[in-house]
């Protein structure tokens, strides 16, 4: 069933479990990921990146809309990491109302200016908007962010941020990176902390796949209520073809689109059941 990200996540917020956002770019990432949640009787998101929405286009929203529609447990959709009101302003006319406004490679002040811009249309269609105030590192699709680029979130300029957009809920930058961990990563709880203590809306956390289970688990118990996943998914996904492609009698195209939606599903249940949110549909 297609439901608001607010529910989704003021619901999660208040019962201290996580939902968990996974980046999906054709037909056999949707259907791994709705087989998961429904076997697992979990609330989950369905997120199109921009360089999958560049990609896929309205009939990838419209097949993401449609998925959540049909499935027996709680869903949404998400448009994440979208920097180009003409997107923003695509999607909200297929009726993707859940949106990632993401100003964080600009200025503060102009961060806040698009980010509040977005949030007033946005909201003018009953929707949901993420914002992320700092800068992660990493490399996410076409998106790659230097190392000394990163930029921390700063727990007392989040209340002027939140308080200066309305955004629904703050991404925050405490450590995590997009992509894989080049290195043993190392999260700033005391500043998680912190954040929550100051802001009110739900905290998202980008990066989580390579994360260790305890910094997930901590992370939920400091606040994260929506952590976004990516990279794992689609190695799930590459290595699934690539193992299939290279036996000597590779398996049909339909099979082998089955198989690698088998190794994708597998991957969000463990995930699901690291979030806790297993049973909460």
Do not use: W
């Amino acid at each position: 069933m297609l439901i608001s990200t607010k529910t989704l996540l003021t619901t999660a917020q208040a019962e201290n479990y996580a939902i968990g956002a996974f980046n999906v770019y054709n037909l056999e990432g949707v259907r791994a990921v709705i087989a998961a949640a429904e076997a697992e009787n979990s609330p989950a998101m369905l997120q199109i990146h921009p360089g999958s929405l560049k990609h896929g286009g309205l009939p990838l929203v419209a097949l993401c809309l449609a998925a959540a529609r049909q499935a027996k447990v709680p869903f949404s959709v998400h448009l994440d990491h979208s920097s180009a009101a003409q997107d923003i302003k695509t999607a909200l006319q297929a009726g993707l109302v859940s949106i990632m406004a993401d100003g964080s490679h600009l200025k503060y002040d102009d961060n806040v200016t698009f980010t509040r811009q977005m949030t007033t249309l946005v909201h003018q269609h009953g929707g949901f908007v993420e914002a992320e105030l700092g800068r992660l590192t990493g490399t996410e699709d076409d998106l790659t962010v230097p190392e000394h680029q990163s930029k921390l979130t700063d727990s007392d300029q989040a209340i002027e941020f939140v308080n200066q957009t309305q955004i629904d809920a703050l991404a925050v930058c405490i450590g995590n990176v997009h992509g894989r961990y080049h290195r043993p990563p190392q999260l700033d709880f005391q500043r998680l902390e912190a954040i929550r203590n100051n802001v009110a809306v739900p905290l998202v956390l980008h990066g989580a796949s390579g994360l260790p289970n305890s910094m997930i688990e901590k992370s939920i118990e400091f606040g994260v209520c929506k952590f976004n996943v990516n990279t794992e998914i689609r190695g799930a996904y590459l290595t699934s073809l690539k193992e299939n492609l290279s036996l000597p009698n590779s398996p049909d195209l339909v099979p082998l689109m089955q198989t690698a939606i088998t190794a994708m599903q597998a991957v969000v249940v463990k995930k699901l059941r690291l979030f806790k949110s297993v049973g909460k549909a």
